[in-house]
């Protein structure tokens, strides 16, 4: 009921890289000939080491086989001058019987351990060509990771700084640690542009920065800017009180958040939560004395509701702009107006990207360029060709005149070489300056060019470069150039069925070929496939000869508790370990995880899509776009030359969506219009949007708002909608804790709404048919007739009544996941809080974490419970259809949707059913869903259902 099947067997091999065999695929970019195509020196090298360690494997066998019968006779020798010493210990009587006896007792334990099951002896006696799990493949060309491979020249042509990495319990002083790592800083590309950068926030209040993925771009700008004078708490006309003194580097994700607050404060060598912290969902570790925070986008629009002129902060950084998540383009738009005006002069806004598209946000946040601009997904309109042919003007006047201050400069240098040499110099100059305007000004319509497989022995990085900057109008742009090594690309041969059994295979064919160091990372869609890969990497990895280096495979998503996290960034526990990092697409462009060189890419993502016909969002596992696959082959490149393996064709890459749709165009608009609407914007349609969304999914929004009563029919605010866009939530599940609290069960709200942000792998993923009936028998202590909601309070409460210690037990136990449990709980003690601090909730006694007691909820409790789910999810509720027996949607057109098969209530008839979410895989599955009542939904929201019902 609860498990994934296990995936079903595919060819061996996808890839062929000239060091493995049996493979039928090709490179990106590689041509089919007529005629066998000549061997390349890597191949014909590749051969000869491959041949060179057969015959090494032929000479250690003979050897071993000579010493062994040698050896016969030397063991039985040694044996018996044991045993005859044996003896003679045994007539002198030395050593107290008691002695004796517990060496004797030692020598058995010995003996025991070294005798091994036949299975096991079985497992060790397997030859390379015996491996079961990978349909008998086994690289012969397997490479130690103590050597270095001769057809790879060195690596890294510059002398390196070893890599620095504190853990909690290291006794050395921030400040010793801060002074540890200021070489990695000024190796970083952005270090050598410090005075341009502040140069231009001195200049202009708006930065525009382009700066690639591993530039150093989020944790130093921010410590550049820390001691500008511009940085001071000073007193603005107009505004009570001092402003200033604090930065805000907003992230799209909570991860990224926090682990660049911590990296930051180790580089700063302060304490993290005093003068460097961060604020995330359910998390924060800031104080009076913080200077440098960090904090996703959602928590800087929470914070503009109390505060909406952001009097503490003297500068906000919007990070990682490219994403365009709706809470990117929401505090774009809010900045734009604050810097232009109340605030105007005392607050600069830096835009950061690590793509090249940011005309159009450059446009948008220039002050008399961006109050009409509409940016549309596929390009621009034709009557902006005015404004690019004038920022390009600007840029070229810009650079010119750096590079004419950069010719006096030299000028007397110039003088005394050949005149020949002049006019060389002179070209190079010229062929900059157009390369440096082309940089900054590439059209975003233009297709991506494909990564080409590139020699090995190209290991040098791309050229830094000087920065390209320039001044247009009200706002400076700025080019940070990235550091990246080439990267071989590889396609599918043909499209794939299964790219997780795939990526399973090739993560085994990786490890068997290439040698250490060099971890590999997996792009996967969701915690569901990442919890059961590992499962299966796991597994497999017993059978791994013991000649092979070991596995450590290390999951990331943004539900993973930050403990969890930090493991992804520590270095191997050995050097004789290789890394497998499974991460879902926070691993593109948020976090850099170092000693990278792999990169399986399954060429999915799961995507939140609004429906306005149905009034849902949907989650779709969907195809990423080529701006998102680039960025995902950059990250095998980023200190070595790496590699990219691609689980589709390389047809299938010519044909993915350029960029990705932004967020604001296929979302769920209801929070935009609830935190517009707070913020005193009663006109939504005058707001400035970088992209302006669909009218009817504008449309769709406030009526879910008007159904959920947080809004009157004239479209205004009321209390409760106020009391909403306090809460961090998404506008259904505040509505469903503001009900619980007049309902008298916030408590058990609380615990399912937890337990909801952590389920996408709340049980443990097995392949075994005897532990499958196992966790189905031990999950039956939790099912309750009402649904999965009560189901999942159940576990809460029999978590909550265990003690600390023996949590992990419990989860095994009933195998349940712990790490998601983990999270649960953080989830569950800061809903606590912010309903205590609000007063909403009642007081609650302060239990010692283990002393809650176990009570059965009640029917009227779970009733009562879910009461409270349908007035924030009415649109979530299908009804049972007489005719096929099926469920149709009870709001809207009548939508076909199944119980998905992971839930309790599946194949079973219900009257109606309230469900988290919509998943569209091969047909639209209701995940976690509970029975309800017809009457119940129409009590929930009476005058929105009264048609449908």
């Known amino acids: 009921m609860l498990s994934t099947p296990r995936p079903q067997a595919a060819?061996?091999?996808?890839?062929?890289?000239?060091?493995?065999?049996?493979?039928k695929s090709k490179p990106a970019e590689s041509t089919t000939l007529g005629e066998p195509p000549k061997k390349s020196n890597r191949q014909l090298k590749a051969e000869a080491k491959k041949r060179a360690w057969e015959e090494r494997i032929a000479k250690r066998e003979a050897e071993r086989t000579r010493k062994a019968e040698a050896g016969d006779n030397e063991e039985a020798a040694f044996l018996e001058k044991k045993r005859k010493l044996a003896e003679q210990r045994k007539l002198m009587g030395s050593g107290s019987p008691e002695k004796n006896e517990k060496q004797e007792q030692q020598h058995k334990k010995q003996k025991k351990r070294k005798e091994v099951p036949e299975e096991h002896q079985r497992k060790r006696q397997k030859t390379a060509g015996e491996l079961p799990l990978l349909n008998?493949?086994?690289?012969?060309?397997?490479?130690?990771?103590?050597?270095?491979?001769?057809?790879?020249?060195?690596?890294?042509?510059?002398?390196?700084?070893?890599?620095?990495?504190?853990?909690?319990?290291?006794?050395?002083?921030?400040?010793?640690?801060?002074?540890?790592?200021?070489?990695?800083?000024?190796?970083?590309?952005?270090?050598?542009?410090q005075s341009a950068l502040r140069q231009c926030l001195i200049d202009r209040d708006v930065l525009v920065m382009v700066g690639a993925t591993g530039s150093g771009k989020s944790t130093q700008l921010p410590q550049f800017m820390l001691n500008e004078p511009w940085m001071a708490r000073r007193t603005v006309p107009g505004i009570d009180g001092k402003v200033g003194g604090c930065i805000a580097i907003t992230q799209p994700r909570r991860v990224a958040a926090t682990n660049l607050a911590r990296r930051v404060a180790t580089e700063a060598g302060v304490k993290l939560g005093e003068e460097v912290g961060y604020s995330v969902r359910f998390d924060a570790k800031a104080g009076p004395k913080t200077k440098i925070k960090f904090l996703t986008d959602g928590m800087l629009l929470q914070e503009m509701l109390r505060d909406p002129l952001l009097r503490k902060y003297s500068c906000i950084v919007v990070d990682e702009a490219h994403e365009r998540t709706v809470d990117t383009d929401l505090v774009m738009g809010f900045l734009?107006?604050?810097?232009?005006?109340?605030?105007?002069?005392?607050?600069?806004?830096?835009?950061?990207?690590?793509?090249?598209?940011?005309?159009?946000?450059?446009?948008?946040?220039?002050?008399?360029?961006?109050?009409?601009?509409?940016?549309?997904?596929?390009?621009?309109?034709?009557?902006?060709?005015?404004?690019?042919?004038?920022?390009?003007?600007?840029?070229?006047?810009?650079?010119?005149?750096?590079?004419?201050?950069?010719?006096?400069?030299?000028?007397?240098?110039?003088e005394e070489t050949h005149p020949e040499s002049r006019k060389e110099k002179r070209r190079k100059k010229k062929k900059k300056k157009q390369s440096q305007i082309d940089m900054l000004l590439a059209p975003r319509s233009a297709t991506p060019e494909p990564v080409s497989p590139v020699v090995a022995e190209e290991t040098k990085p791309q050229d830094d470069g000087p920065e390209s900057m320039a001044l247009y109008g009200s706002i400076a742009l700025f080019q940070v150039p990235g550091r990246q090594f080439p990267v071989d690309v590889y396609h599918?041969?043909?499209?794939?069925?299964?790219?997780?059994?795939?990526?399973?295979?090739?993560?085994?064919?990786?490890?068997?070929?290439?040698?250490?160091?060099?971890?590999?990372?997996?792009?996967?869609?969701?915690?569901?496939?990442?919890?059961?890969?590992?499962?299966?990497?796991?597994?497999?990895?017993?059978?791994?000869?013991?000649?092979?280096?070991?596995?450590?495979?290390?999951?990331?998503?943004?539900?993973?508790?930050?403990?969890?996290?930090?493991?992804v960034f520590l270095p191997a526990p050995?050097?004789?370990?290789?890394?497998?990092?499974?991460?879902?697409?926070?691993?593109?462009?948020?976090?850099?995880?170092?000693?990278?060189?792999?990169?399986?890419?399954?060429?999915?993502?799961?995507?939140?899509?609004?429906?306005?016909?149905?009034?849902?969002?949907?989650?779709?596992?969907?195809?990423?776009?080529?701006?998102?696959?680039?960025?995902?082959?950059?990250?095998?490149?980023?200190?070595?030359?790496?590699?990219?393996?691609?689980?589709?064709?390389?047809?299938?890459?010519?044909?993915?969506?350029?960029?990705?749709?932004?967020?604001?165009?296929?979302?769920?608009?209801?929070?935009?219009i609830l935190r517009l609407k707070a913020r005193g914007c009663d006109d939504?349609?005058?707001?400035?949007?970088?992209?302006?969304?669909?009218?009817?999914?504008?449309?769709?929004?406030?009526?879910?708002?008007?159904?959920?009563?947080?809004?009157?029919?004239?479209?205004?605010?009321?209390?409760?909608?106020?009391?909403?866009?306090?809460?961090?939530?998404?506008?259904?599940?505040?509505?469903?804790l503001l009900a619980a609290k007049n309902a008298e069960v916030v408590e058990e709200t609380i615990d399912v709404i937890s337990a909801l942000s952590g389920t996408d792998s709340i049980f443990v993923f097995t392949t075994d048919e005897e532990q499958r009936e196992a966790a189905m028998e031990k999950q039956k202590e939790f099912l309750r007739q009402e649904g999965d909601h009560i189901m999942l309070l159940?576990?809460?409460?029999?978590?909550?009544?265990?003690?600390?210690?023996?949590?992990?037990?419990?989860?095994?136990?009933?195998?349940?996941?712990?790490?998601?449990?983990?999270?649960?709980?953080?989830?569950?003690?800061?809903?606590?809080?912010?309903?205590?601090?609000?007063?909403?909730?009642?007081?609650?006694?302060?239990?010692?974490?283990?002393?809650?007691?176990?009570?059965?909820?009640?029917?009227?409790?779970?009733?009562?419970?879910l009461k409270c789910f349908l007035t924030g999810y009415y649109r979530n509720t299908a009804k049972l259809d007489g005719r096929t027996g099926g469920y149709v949607t009870v709001v809207g057109a009548g939508n076909d949707v199944v119980i998905h098969p992971g839930s309790s209530l599946?194949?079973?008839?219900?009257?109606?059913?309230?469900?988290?979410?919509?998943?569209?895989?091969?047909?639209?599955?209701?995940?976690?869903?509970?029975?309800?009542?017809?009457?119940?939904?129409?009590?929930?929201?009476?005058?929105?259902?009264?048609?449908s019902l």
């Open 492 to 567: 599918a041969p043909e499209p794939v069925t299964d790219y997780v059994d795939s990526a399973l295979r090739t993560i085994f064919q990786i490890h068997y070929s290439e040698p250490l160091p060099g971890d590999i990372l997996v792009f996967l869609t969701g915690q569901e496939e990442i919890d059961s890969l590992q499962k299966l990497i796991e597994e497999y990895a017993k059978d791994l000869d013991k000649t092979v280096p070991r596995i450590l495979v290390l999951p990331l998503y943004a539900a993973l508790p930050p403990k969890e996290q930090q493991r």
């Open 11 to 23: 060819p061996s091999l996808l890839f062929d890289d000239g060091l493995t065999r049996f493979s």
């Open 336 to 414: 734009r107006r604050l810097v232009y005006g109340e605030r105007k002069g005392s607050l600069k806004v830096v835009v950061m990207s690590a793509t090249m598209e940011v005309e159009g946000m450059s446009k948008f946040m220039e002050e008399n360029n961006g109050q009409d601009l509409d940016v549309a997904a596929e390009g621009e309109d034709a009557a902006e060709e005015g404004g690019d042919i004038e920022m390009k003007e600007a840029l070229a006047a810009a650079v010119e005149e750096a590079l004419a201050k950069e010719d006096e400069e030299a000028k007397e240098k110039e």
């Open 794 to 865: 159940e576990i809460v409460r029999a978590y909550a009544a265990v003690r600390p210690g023996e949590r992990r037990q419990w989860c095994k136990d009933h195998f349940i996941n712990p790490r998601t449990m983990a999270n649960i709980w953080d989830v569950r003690k800061q809903l606590r809080v912010l309903m205590d601090v609000s007063s909403s909730a009642p007081e609650d006694d302060e239990e010692e974490e283990g002393s809650e007691s176990v009570e059965v909820v009640s029917p009227d409790t779970a009733q009562a419970v």
């Open 574 to 672: 050995t050097p004789n370990t290789r890394k497998i990092i499974l991460s879902t697409n926070i691993a593109e462009t948020s976090v850099t995880v170092s000693g990278v060189r792999h990169v399986i890419d399954t060429g999915k993502a799961k995507i939140k899509q609004f429906r306005p016909n149905l009034g849902l969002d949907s989650l779709l596992v969907s195809e990423i776009s080529q701006s998102s696959a680039l960025q995902r082959t950059g990250r095998a490149g980023r200190e070595a030359p790496g590699k990219c393996y691609r689980l589709y064709t390389e047809e299938s890459f010519k044909a993915l969506a350029q960029a990705t749709v932004p967020e604001i165009l296929r979302a769920d608009l209801a929070q935009t």
């Open 136 to 193: 008998g493949f086994f690289p012969t060309s397997v490479q130690s990771p103590k050597q270095k491979p001769k057809n790879v020249t060195q690596e890294t042509p510059q002398k390196l700084e070893p890599k620095f990495t504190p853990s909690q319990s290291d006794p050395i002083h921030p400040k010793q640690r801060s002074s540890a790592l200021l070489s990695q800083r000024q190796s970083l590309p952005i270090w050598a542009h």
């Open 906 to 947: 599946t194949g079973k008839k219900r009257e109606a059913v309230v469900f988290q979410e919509l998943v569209w895989t091969t047909r639209p599955y209701a995940r976690w869903c509970s029975a309800v009542q017809m009457d119940w939904i129409a009590d929930a929201a009476p005058g929105v259902l009264k048609r």
């Open 684 to 736: 939504i349609v005058s707001f400035p949007f970088l992209s302006p969304p669909p009218r009817n999914a504008l449309l769709a929004a406030l009526e879910q708002l008007l159904g959920l009563a947080a809004l009157d029919d004239t479209g205004a605010l009321t209390q409760l909608g106020k009391d909403m866009s306090l809460l961090p939530l998404l506008p259904p599940q505040a509505r469903v």
